[in-house]
């Protein structure tokens, strides 16, 4: 079921989030993480390759974001070190610049960083991925004065009981909330208390299993479901149901992105289970893929009004997680 009104909302809400995240005369571009080439693509606004960003040398990219105060880019890598980048990027070769990092071991142990996310002001926050065995999911604030130190402690923790941790972003009321597709949930949160607002269960428990998320200016939520390649919105905000906008894409589907005209892009990671179960033609493990198929993984742009799906990046990435639009 395809309606018009909630369409139009995300529409709105596309135009909203690109206006507030970019200047309308910056020139836009994007950068996609390629977590089997270990490298952060650069792609131009008709989804064209330009170069690779920055090498991420033994670590695999996961989630990436830019501060929207000095345009540093961040990386987390499935290990608890997060990545970080002038906006030029980095050089490769033995007299590269390569990247500086910090390590989040002392504040998670051995648990992993998987979603970034900035505010406004430049504030960093920071998702675990997992919430199983013993672990929780949790979320951890860095001020924009404490990620320019090269180990930046932390000024806040919100706590969930999530099992996975996976995209965040604002919603319309200011809540951070975050995607668990093993929860099968959307949950939010009081970025200032760290108190739980809003659990979008009711709506999601059973039905979608969600990686990516964004808010309508009504507070309209739309998610990626992760294992079928569908894009659902819901009909009344915190009430549901949510009715499907797009479908077709290949799974594993994973984080959402809009841009100023107010389209829908999401990665997908094709066959992650065959790559990483040694399926033929494929011989991978955890940090590293030798596979005979050179093919490239595919960017999704989806049509807010219409639902139609093309393909908008085709090359120069394997294993995307998260597409992230920049002005430089």
Same mark, same amino acid.
Request: hydrophobic share 40%; net charge negative.
């Given at each position: 079921?395809?309606?018009?009104?909630?369409?139009?909302?995300?529409?709105?809400?596309?135009?909203?989030?690109?206006?507030?995240?970019?200047?309308?005369?910056?020139?836009?571009?994007?950068?996609?993480?390629?977590?089997?080439?270990?490298?952060?693509?650069?792609?131009?606004?008709?989804?064209?390759?330009?170069?690779?960003?920055?090498?991420?040398?033994?670590?695999?990219?996961?989630?990436?974001?830019?501060?929207?105060?000095? *345009?540093?880019?961040?990386?987390?890598?499935?290990?608890?070190?997060?990545? +970080?980048?002038?906006? %030029? !990027?980095? =050089? $490769? /070769? #033995?007299?590269?610049?390569?990247?500086?990092?910090?390590?989040?071991?002392?504040?998670?142990?051995?648990?992993?960083?998987?979603?970034?996310?900035?505010?406004?002001?430049?504030?960093?926050?920071?998702?675990?991925?997992?919430?199983?065995?013993?672990?929780?999911?949790?979320?951890?604030?860095?001020?924009?004065?404490?990620?320019?130190?090269?180990?930046?402690?932390?000024?806040?923790?919100?706590?969930?009981?999530?099992?996975?941790?996976?995209?965040?972003?604002?919603?319309?009321?200011?809540?951070?909330?975050?995607?668990?597709?093993?929860?099968?949930?959307?949950?939010?949160?009081?970025?200032?208390? *760290?108190?739980?607002?809003?659990?979008?269960?009711?709506?999601?428990?059973? +039905?979608?299993?969600? %990686? !990516?998320? =964004? $808010? /309508? #200016?009504?507070?309209?939520?739309?998610?990626?479901?992760?294992?079928?390649?569908?894009?659902?919105?819901?009909?009344?905000?915190?009430?549901?149901?949510?009715?499907?906008?797009?479908?077709?894409?290949?799974?594993?589907?994973?984080?959402?992105?809009?841009?100023?005209?107010?389209?829908?892009?999401?990665?997908?990671?094709?066959?992650?289970?065959?790559?990483?179960?040694?399926?033929?033609?494929?011989?991978?493990?955890?940090?590293?893929?030798?596979?005979?198929?050179?093919?490239?993984?595919?960017?999704?742009?989806?049509?807010?009004?219409?639902?139609?799906?093309?393909?908008?990046?085709?090359?120069?990435?394997?294993?995307?997680?998260?597409?992230?639009?920049?002005?430089?």
């Amino acid at each position: 079921m395809k309606l018009a009104v909630y369409k139009n909302t995300v529409v709105a809400f596309c135009l909203t989030l690109a206006i507030l995240a970019i200047p309308a005369n910056a020139v836009v571009n994007e950068l996609v993480g390629s977590s089997e080439s270990h490298s952060i693509e650069k792609f131009d606004n008709n989804g064209n390759w330009i170069k690779t960003f920055a090498s991420t040398g033994p670590y695999k990219v996961d989630g990436i974001a830019a501060s929207p105060v000095n *345009g540093e880019v961040f990386a987390s890598t499935d290990t608890p070190i997060i990545l +970080r980048y002038t906006k %030029a !990027g980095a =050089a $490769f /070769g #033995p007299t590269g610049s390569y990247w500086s990092s910090f390590n989040l071991s002392s504040l998670i142990g051995s648990n992993i960083i998987e979603g970034l996310l900035f505010d406004s002001s430049g504030n960093l926050y920071v998702a675990t991925y997992y919430g199983t065995a013993g672990y929780q999911v949790v979320i951890i604030k860095f001020t924009a004065k404490q990620i320019l130190k090269a180990s930046p402690a932390s000024s806040a923790t919100i706590v969930t009981n999530l099992n996975r941790g996976d995209q965040m972003a604002w919603d319309a009321y200011g809540d951070l909330c975050i995607a668990s597709w093993d929860s099968e949930t959307v949950q939010c949160f009081n970025p200032g208390t *760290g108190a739980l607002v809003f659990d979008y269960a009711s709506e999601l428990f059973g +039905r979608l299993e969600p %990686a !990516g998320l =964004a $808010f /309508g #200016p009504n507070n309209i939520l739309t998610v990626s479901d992760l294992f079928t390649g569908k894009v659902w919105v819901e009909a009344v905000p915190r009430q549901g149901p949510m009715n499907e906008l797009a479908s077709g894409m290949v799974p594993d589907v994973d984080a959402l992105a809009v841009d100023n005209s107010g389209a829908l892009y999401l990665p997908s990671f094709h066959n992650p289970e065959g790559r990483y179960e040694g399926q033929y033609p494929y011989d991978c493990t955890f940090y590293a893929c030798m596979d005979d198929d050179f093919s490239s993984d595919v960017v999704y742009k989806i049509d807010p009004a219409t639902g139609a799906v093309t393909n908008f990046i085709t090359t120069h990435i394997w294993g995307p997680y998260q597409m992230i639009f920049v002005p430089f």
